[in-house]
Nanobody
Framework: VQLQASGGGSVQAGGSLRLGCLAS????????MAWYRQAPGKERELVAS???????KYADSVSGRFTISRDIIANTIYLQMNSLQPEDTAVYYC??????????????WGQGTLVTVSS
């Protein structure tokens, strides 16, 4: 199984970026998916998550600015990031809970994509 993230880059404060993450490989079902981020010198933190049913959760710091969405059929999630601020600068990681069969679920991480916001 691979999680391939895309869409990172550099933007000025107030700008927008959209991240995408595709899960591929031997997949029976993709359950919860999420975006995490890790800024230099800081711990990895949850940014947003989405269940298979579409329920979402957001970190307080991004609520109202970021929107997570998913395409169940395509095993893909997106993170629309608006009103970006310098403190949003981090490596963003995709996370997914994936079943290869009916029985067990495994956690996978993508390779990370860098988002840089300049003031």
């Amino acid at each position: 199984v691979q999680l391939q993230a895309s869409g990172g880059g550099s933007v000025q404060a107030g700008g927008s970026l959209r991240l995408g993450c595709l899960a591929s490989g031997r997949i029976y079902k993709v359950n919860n998916m999420a975006w995490y981020r890790q800024a230099p010198g800081k711990e990895r933190e949850l940014v947003a998550s989405i269940t298979r049913g579409g329920d979402t959760k957001y970190a307080d710091s991004v609520s109202g600015r970021f929107t997570i969405s998913r395409d169940i059929i395509a095993n893909t999630i997106y993170l629309q990031m608006n009103s970006l601020q310098p403190e949003d600068t981090a490596v963003y990681y995709c996370n997914a809970e994936i079943q290869h069969d009916r029985n067990y679920e495994y956690e996978y991480w993508g390779q990370g994509t860098l988002v840089t916001v300049s003031s």
